[in-house]
């Protein structure tokens, strides 16, 4: 009998990190494969990228509506607790053998919480891993916790899922998801992206993604923005802010600039393609998304990561920190414009996806007691 491998995802860029591993379970004769979307997905605020999903070959078996317009803290819980009761649903009708959850989102959280008293086993991906200014870095290690199974990106961080008491059995060091992507993907030439994104030809490319801090008040938005108005020689191409409280702020004020910049652009989700293909046509990424620290070096492109919503992660040579003021954010730019150093890769070889699936061979995935392993 197949084994039901059930994947939950909530936003544009974990899918776009996970495709390859669902084309993997779709594909292997000894696995069923489901999906659960949710989030983001769903929401024609972001631009309903469920039917990238869709477009891509795969069946949703379920979707789960849980987000309200409003981005305070308050609209968060309530979503969490939208989750919960469409999670629990989902589960009853699709009995899954184990599911796959990628990460740290709040949506992730109720997943997991959702399957832990279902007794229905977890595989965690990007355990171990810190990022001190958002609450995302309580919530991963709260994921870990509620996990059978751990995929981590790299030695460091499988060490610290054991530091958190997981056996060392179960813990599997497969690098990152998301660099298969950045070294194996076709990507579309230069030209193709400039005319796919109507840019002008004159001027080279800054992306830019910026999300909330959720640990704290600290939001940079607007000094970041001071900053881009002097890089009007530039297209700048922006991603939208994800669902936390106050993206949709950030979003608001992203809106605004661009109706006063020339050859500036907010998208709703570039999808993976057009997004890996910018980056790799681009001078520098700016703001402070983890795929700027992970998937961006693989392209050969710096990243000015903004303030400390990514601090404590693991980041290579090109990934340059800066603090959220404006003479610090512009010292970064500066930089990463002249950056010419050699570019370090250590978040695997692109193999991550393929390793998973052997692993998933040789485990049994039935509940499992869990103890606490003590170093």
Request: glycine content about 6%; overall charge negative; charged content about 20%.
């Amino acid at each position: 009998m197949k084994r039901k491998i059930c994947i939950i995802t909530g936003t544009r860029a974990e899918y776009g990190l996970l495709s390859n591993l669902m084309k993997l379970i779709q594909e292997d004769c000894e696995f069923e494969l489901q999906i659960i979307a949710t989030g983001m997905h769903l929401s024609s605020e972001f631009g309903l990228t469920y039917k990238q999903i869709e477009s891509d070959g795969f069946q949703i078996n379920e979707k789960v509506e849980m987000l309200l317009s409003a981005d305070t803290s308050t609209a968060v819980v309530k979503s969490m607790g939208l989750a919960t009761i469409g999670f629990a649903d989902a589960y009853e009708r699709l009995s899954p053998d184990l599911i796959f959850i990628l990460g740290d989102r709040f949506e992730m959280l109720a997943a997991a919480q959702t399957a832990l008293i279902m007794q229905i086993p977890i595989a965690h991906i990007h355990g171990g891993e810190c990022t001190f200014g958002a609450y995302d870095d309580a919530i991963r290690h709260s994921i870990t916790k509620m996990a059978t199974w751990h995929f981590t990106s790299t030695e460091g961080h499988k060490k610290r899922v054991i530091q958190l008491g997981e056996y060392p059995e179960r813990v599997f060091n497969v690098g990152a998801l998301g660099v298969e992507h950045a070294i194996y993907l076709p990507l579309l030439t230069k030209n193709e992206i400039y005319e796919e994104l109507n840019l002008n030809k004159d001027k080279e490319i800054l992306l830019i993604t910026y999300h909330p801090e959720t640990n704290g008040e600290v939001n940079s938005i607007h000094e970041l923005l001071t900053v881009l108005h002097k890089y009007n020689d530039y297209n700048l191409i922006f991603t939208k802010s994800n669902a936390d409280n106050g993206g949709r702020y950030i979003n608001s004020e992203i809106e605004k600039f661009i109706q006063q910049v020339k050859d500036a652009e907010l998208y709703d989700s570039l999808g993976q393609l057009r997004y890996l293909s910018v980056v790799k046509c681009a001078t520098a990424v700016i703001g402070n998304s983890s795929s700027a620290l992970i998937e961006v070096p693989y392209l050969q492109t710096p990243t000015v990561n903004i303030g400390n919503r990514q601090a404590g992660r693991e980041r290579p040579n090109s990934v340059i920190d800066c603090a959220d003021d404006k003479v610090s954010i512009q010292n970064a730019i500066e930089y990463a414009l002249h950056f010419n150093n050699e570019y370090e890769r250590i978040f695997g070889d692109g193999n991550t996806a393929k390793q998973i699936i052997k692993i998933l061979k040789s485990i049994t995935i039935y509940p499992i007691q869990k103890g606490f392993y003590n170093l």
